[in-house]
Nanobody
């Protein structure tokens, strides 16, 4: 599986962005998909995760109520809608795919996109 993340950019605090991650290959629906982010000088952490069918989602506490993860298996794409962005959301955002089921840890994801930079100005 090859993943291509896009949609990042510069936005003012309170604004919105939608990240997309397009996957190649016919087996996209068999993967749990996650969005991670890495801020400068910090470790990469999970932001959100969605199960294969889209029936279950997970969000880290700091983005609950502001971010929404979704997927369209017909289009081989996973999305991250980010609203009410804050300067602390500034990071490189990565999409990732896991064949290991409902997982949250970085080392349980098999495939990674190249990352897209989100910068939130105050």
């Amino acid at each position: 599986v090859q993943l291509q993340a896009y949609g990042g950019g510069l936005v003012q605090a309170g604004g919105s962005l939608r990240l997309s991650c397009a996957a190649s290959g016919p087996t996209f629906s068999s993967y749990t998909m996650g969005w991670f982010r890495q801020a400068p000088g910090k470790e990469r952490d999970i932001v959100a995760r969605i199960t294969r069918s889209g029936g279950s989602t997970y969000y880290t506490n700091s983005v609950k109520g502001r971010f929404t993860i979704s997927r369209d298996n017909a289009k081989n794409t996973v999305y991250l809608q980010m609203n009410n962005l804050k300067p602390e959301d500034t990071a490189v955002y990565y999409c990732a795919a896991s064949s290991k089921g409902v997982v949250l840890k970085e080392d349980q994801y098999d495939y990674w996109g190249q990352g897209t930079l989100v910068t939130v100005s105050s």
